[in-house]
């Protein structure tokens, strides 16, 4: 069966589904026929017992800011479990099962969820959190404890708690492992880099930099397909690499479209550009190892997407949306191409490969032109690329979560949820 044929086939099976969906004023638990494959019986719509209504709120696994759009859901058995590696994460099917999505302040309520022991599951993306919660019958909101709706900053073993597996290449100059740590998944420093004596839960490898933590040379990612396929997301920073993407086009282009997502950020877009030359046009000239240049910048962007400008509106009420801060951008994009690939892309662009642009640059003070994509993201069959002509700005590190930085975390989180959409509850 090829790819094309499995969505639709997968759309049709969904469709045929949506009458009976999580949302509806019976649910319960009797024959299982959801994807995660319990026996906890689900779809019983014959339940009569009693009730009851469960609030929260998702956090960040640093527990700081909310998670908007998180997919939480009641279960009597099992979360769908998350593979352990790239791979096609379609969305969750939750035919029969009481669910909702976190709003921008990370709120969520369930009504009419059976009273009883159930499963409470929290997901965005690869980091999912699953906890049992008693449910109790009557027409008081039951507040759930922040902990059980936070998102895990580590694995467990016993998987109730999963979180994806990222790696860094070190480079000194731009930093997301200090990022990754003001999501909590590390500690930071007192002047707010990632402190690496203690626990952190991504692996950071050697390149223009190198770390007494790091797993080893950055080429040890290509000694193997299986070697990158380990992750989740692979970050390429700004004035990386000693490696060349174009030796590693074959590898790269495997990867994403078997589920990987490429991170790029300014002098780095040899990694977006050379395995896809067909998505984005870099001012200047393609070629060469970091495209683009035109020397460092301050500008200031407008916030495209409405789910993070509610987002933001949240995190950091004081900003502009539509005169967003952007330090130490170094890259200028012409354009950006609709259509490439055709057959790569998602169902609902018609199998086209359409870039999204999240940020559009109003080309305030000269270094840049108004209407310049500044940070974008590509659906490539089941990976993606993502692409942000400035850097974390690191060079002045700083323990607060920065204009910018809010954007890119926003991101890290939102490039690994599912693809394709779940039916909004009515």
């Known amino acids: 069966m090829t790819r094309k044929m499995a969505l639709l086939l997968l759309a049709a099976l969904t469709a045929a589904g949506a009458a009976c969906s999580g949302t509806g004023e019976r649910d319960g638990y009797g024959s299982d026929s959801d994807a995660d494959s319990d026996t906890d019986g689900d779809t019983d719509t014959e339940w009569d017992g009693p009730t009851g209504t469960i609030q929260g709120v998702v956090y960040a696994p640093s527990g700081t800011f909310p998670i908007s759009g998180a997919l939480v859901y009641i279960t009597g058995g099992n979360a769908a479990a998350i593979e352990d590696n790239a791979y096609c994460y379609e969305c969750d099917d939750m035919t029969s099962k009481k669910w909702t999505l976190s709003g921008p ?12 022991d159930r499963n409470l599951v929290t997901r965005k993306g690869f980091f999912q959190r699953q906890r049992q919660i008693t449910v109790n019958g009557g027409d008081a909101v039951q507040d759930i404890p922040a902990e059980i709706t936070t998102l895990p900053s580590a694995r467990t073993d016993d998987g109730l708690d999963t979180i994806p597996n990222y790696a860094v ?35 950071l490898y050697n390149d223009l930099s190198t770390g007494d933590t790091a797993l080893g040379d950055s080429s040890m990612l290509f000694t193997s397909q299986a070697a990158i396929d380990h992750y989740h997301m692979v970050f390429f920073p700004c004035v990386c690499s000693h490696l060349t993407a174009a030796d590693h086009i074959p590898m790269l282009q495997s990867y994403v479209s078997g589920g990987g997502k490429i991170y790029g950020s300014c002098w780095a ?43 933001l509106a949240v995190v950091a009420p004081g900003q502009n949306l539509d005169s967003y801060t952007f330090d130490e951008g170094w890259i200028n994009l012409d354009g950006l191409t609709t259509g490439a690939y055709d057959g790569h892309g998602l169902e609902d662009d018609g199998y086209m490969v359409v870039p999204k642009v999240w940020v ?50 926003y991101l890290f989180f939102e490039v690994g949820v599912c693809e394709g959409e779940y039916e909004e509850p009515e």
């Open 269 to 311: 877009g040899q990694w977006v550009e050379q395995p896809f030359p067909d998505l984005i046009t870099f001012k200047g000239g393609d070629s060469g190892t970091s495209p683009g240049n035109v020397g460092a910048y301050n500008t200031d962007g407008i916030i495209n997407d409405p789910g993070m400008r509610d987002w």
């Open 169 to 203: 290449l070190l480079n000194g100059w731009d930093l997301p492992e200090d990022m990754l740590a003001k999501m909590g998944l590390g500690q930071l420093t007192g002047e707010g880099h990632l402190d690496t004596s203690q626990p952190y839960s991504f692996d």
């Open 360 to 409: 559009t640059d109003l080309g305030a003070y000269g270094y840049s032109e108004a209407g310049d994509p500044m940070t974008v993201t590509f659906n490539y069959d089941c990976g993606k690329l993502f692409y942000s002509t400035y850097q974390v700005v690191e060079s002045g590190p700083d323990p607060n979560i920065r204009p910018q930085e809010w954007v890119l975390i």
């Open 105 to 116: 302040d990370g709120s969520w309520i369930l009504e009419g969820v059976p009273a009883g």
